[in-house]
């Protein structure tokens, strides 16, 4: 399929550390609404697939395109239009509710004034309104998971998601 019609395109994907191979030519794509499960034992390389996906590592070889955006010729176009809640919390625990929000969305190149109203949009959906002075420190587990996921759709110019099960 064409890189504009997916939500994410992985084509060739390789990453070495040292003499280790963690990913070996690792291609797939992902349509837009479409929901994958990525499966596998410890150590086959889901991990350094995602640290690729967000940009925290590069790769070796082959490419990344978020929604049309290569990630490593235009690394702040495509990781605004990407979420990821990872498996161990990332959240700094010493920041306030709200202030995770606005650190992240800095690092996604929000204005001020776009921030604020999509922090507070999240904060509403997330039912975390009035716990957004309060440290991360304070959250239950749930109420954690629920301001990460809150973080990850903070770029998103509309987040449908209903958080009300």
Same mark, same amino acid.
């Given at each position: !399929?064409?890189?504009?019609?997916?939500?994410?395109?992985?084509?060739?994907? @390789?990453?070495?550390?040292? $003499?280790?191979?963690?990913?070996?030519?690792?291609?797939?794509?992902?349509?837009?609404?479409?929901?994958?499960?990525?499966?596998?034992?410890?150590? +086959?390389?889901?991990?350094?697939?995602?640290?690729?996906?967000?940009?925290?590592?590069?790769?070796? @070889?082959?490419?990344?395109?978020?929604?049309? =955006?290569?990630?490593?010729?235009? $690394?702040?176009?495509?990781?605004?239009?990407?979420?990821?809640?990872?498996?161990? $919390?990332?959240?700094?625990?010493?920041?306030?509710? !709200? !202030?995770?929000?606005?650190?992240?969305?800095?690092?996604?190149?929000?204005?001020?004034?776009?921030?604020?109203?999509?922090?507070?949009?999240?904060?509403?959906?997330?039912?975390?309104?009035?716990?957004?002075?309060?440290? +991360?420190?304070?959250?239950?587990?749930?109420?954690?998971?629920?301001?990460?996921? !809150?973080?990850?759709?903070?770029?998103?110019?509309?987040?449908?998601?209903?958080?009300? =099960?």
């Amino acid at each position: !399929a064409d890189a504009l019609q997916l939500a994410l395109l992985v084509e060739g994907l @390789s990453k070495n550390y040292g $003499p280790r191979r963690a990913l070996d030519t690792v291609s797939l794509g992902v349509g837009r609404g479409e929901f994958v499960a990525l499966l596998g034992p410890n150590g +086959a390389g889901k991990s350094t697939l995602f640290q690729l996906l967000s940009g925290l590592f590069a790769a070796d @070889s082959g490419r990344i395109m978020v929604a049309g =955006h290569d990630l490593a010729l235009h $690394p702040t176009s495509a990781l605004a239009r990407f979420g990821i809640v990872f498996q161990q $919390p990332t959240l700094d625990l010493e920041l306030s509710v !709200a !202030a995770n929000l606005r650190f992240h969305a800095g690092l996604h190149g929000l204005s001020s004034s776009v921030a604020r109203t999509r922090i507070a949009h999240v904060l509403e959906q997330f039912g975390l309104t009035a716990r957004a002075q309060e440290p +991360a420190r304070n959250l239950s587990g749930g109420n954690r998971r629920r301001l990460e996921l !809150a973080r990850a759709l903070l770029d998103r110019k509309s987040t449908r998601l209903n958080s009300s =099960h």
